[in-house]
């Protein structure tokens, strides 16, 4: 929307070079340790890093300043550094007058979020808005990172496109060092979304609703194709025994990764016919009327593109055990089953059929990935890859400023549930623990604890490694507390890895409009402790 693109505008190894680092809403070092060390190597360059995040990290303790700003307040100080910059003349006037649109409106947009209203709003002094406004904005190369502490909000979208604003309004962006960079929190997420595993889009986002895209893919694919875009997985959910009879799981776990797990399994069990395709008996699994034992990594041939946009070889070294097959056997099989035939011998014939019908992997074949990975895009076998995006020119023609408005979570605390959660993730252990849980880092990381501050603890007459229950209008779950100074009064954290305190029974699910992200990372919620 607002630079064309749906990925990582730099690469990884750029970061180490940047001048300015500014990471919001993302736990850098503990969820994506590689990007961590690229920082660090930054740090020890001279750069200068800004940390925002309401929790006290690993990160927030290198950075030469961290915006401890209160749990959903990300636009509020966005729009404020960007009125800073505006205010004080500091602004790529260049940059904006030939490269982007709309900024008349975005600049009365921003008029109001003084540093001093702002400081109202997020906590943070209007002192260190303006020091960290005139630092961007004037550092020879400044990268934004951002993770799901942006994304995962009512207003998630939002979030995003004042992230651009501010790129753009400076612009940092379309050249090494800089650039909107967003980290994908699984490593194959990106290529799944090159893939089309999204309801609006076939492979390289092209829209199911444009006339000659979709009929690129009906001839390939011998089919006549809906134009209609299809449901999320929360939509999926809503939709279970009433518009949608029966669902097809791969490689996901909603029982402990959507929020309000006690309404997923609800809905699980109003559907006709559940099948769960993955390499170990998950919770969802459990619910399932047919399980399809699937192929690990180490089991199979295919590719993997990472958050750079960075497509890699992925080679099996083992025989899948028992009756596991790669993924793309057994859908071919259901395929074949249901009437369709999908004649492919292996994967590379897969990636071929892709690789023609989509423009921006047209370059990339397996023969050069031998040789080492390709960053997309890559139109043709002549093309080197692409290290950083928006050369020039943005993908869309001209970068579009929106004016974004800044907007309360939807739950918000009150006398009943008087703190706020927010969930994340730990170092030692990996989404809803599927494979971490079955390892050795069990022994490292095999006990969740919430995180709660001194003040808190002391109001409720809790002490550390007391238990507590933490209760949400969804749910309840009892868990250990960690009296910390991580977390700031009126805030507590924990994570979804364990299925024994599992965060999301409390979690809030509301939607954001438009990318459809539930709000994980705000709820009211209130912890006593158990006698």
């Known amino acids: 929307v607002a630079f064309g693109s749906w990925a990582m505008t730099n690469s990884v190894n750029e970061i180490a070079e940047a001048r ?13 340790p590689v990007i961590g060390t690229k920082v660090k190597q930054a740090l020890r360059k001279g750069a200068t890093l800004v940390v925002v995040d309401p929790r006290a990290t690993e990160l927030g303790r290198l950075a030469h300043r961290h915006l401890q700003i209160a749990a959903g307040t990300d636009i509020a100080l966005l729009n404020g550094l960007a009125q800073v910059i505006i205010e004080e003349e500091l602004w790529d006037k260049e940059f904006v007058e030939n490269r982007t649109e709309e900024f008349a409106a975005f600049r009365a947009g921003v008029a109001a979020y003084t540093p001093e209203r702002v400081a109202e709003i997020t906590g943070v002094a209007p002192e260190i808005i303006r020091e960290v406004a005139r630092g961007y904005a004037q550092a020879e190369t400044a990268t934004i990172l951002y993770t799901m502490g942006v994304t995962q909000h009512a207003c998630g979208t939002h979030n995003v496109l004042a992230v651009a604003n501010l790129a753009m309004l400076c612009g940092q962006i379309g050249r090494p ?25 076939f492979s390289g986002y092209q829209p199911v609703g444009n006339d000659p895209a979709r009929a690129k893919f009906e001839t390939a694919w011998r089919r006549q194709l809906s134009p209609n875009a299809g449901l999320t997985v929360g939509e999926m ?24 797990s006690n309404h997923v399994v609800k809905a699980l069990e109003k559907l006709e016919f559940l099948v769960v395709q993955d390499i170990f008996l998950t919770e969802t699994a459990a619910l399932a009327d047919v399980v399809l034992p699937a192929a690990s990594f180490a089991e199979k041939d295919g590719t993997f593109t990472n958050t750079e946009r960075r497509v890699q070889r992925v080679r099996k070294a083992i025989e899948p055990p028992g009756e596991a097959k790669a993924d793309w056997e057994i859908l071919s099989a259901v395929a074949a089953a249901m009437g369709y035939p999908m004649s492919y011998a292996s994967a590379a014939d897969i990636f071929n059929e892709m690789r023609a019908l989509t423009p921006s992997y047209a370059g990339i074949g397996y023969e050069r990935l031998e040789r080492g990975g390709l960053q997309w895009p890559c139109p043709n076998e002549e093309h080197p890859g692409t290290p950083y995006l928006h050369v020039g020119k943005f993908s869309r023609g001209l970068g579009r400023f929106h004016v974004v408005e800044q907007v309360p979570p ?4 009150d006398d009943d549930y008087p703190l706020v959660l927010s969930t994340g993730r730990r170092l030692a252990q990996y989404h809803t623990g599927t494979m971490t849980r079955r390892s050795l880092l069990e022994e490292h990381y ?47 954290f924990t994570t979804f890895h364990f299925r024994e305190s599992n965060a999301n029974v409390l979690t809030n699910p509301v939607y954001d409009p438009v990318a459809k992200i539930p709000e994980f990372k705000v709820c009211a919620v209130r912890v006593e402790k158990i006698a």
């Open 20 to 32: 300015f680092i500014l990471a919001i809403g993302t736990n850098t070092t503990e969820n994506h």
């Open 237 to 260: 959910l809503a939709a279970a025994g009433t518009g949608i009879k029966a669902l097809y799981v791969m490689g996901e776990n909603p029982v402990l990764s959507d929020p309000d």
């Open 410 to 413: 939807a739950e918000l605390p």
């Open 446 to 492: 095999g006990r969740e604890h919430l995180e709660i501050s001194c003040e808190d603890a002391q109001a409720l007459d809790i002490a550390d490694g007391d238990m507590v229950r933490v209760s949400s209008r969804r749910g309840a779950i009892e868990i250990q507390a960690r009296v910390s100074d991580v977390v700031t009064p009126g805030l507590v």
């Open 177 to 201: 060092s800089t650039g909107v960079n967003p980290l994908r929190g699984q490593n194959n997420v990106q290529g799944a979304c090159d893939m089309g595993a999204l309801p609006n889009v």
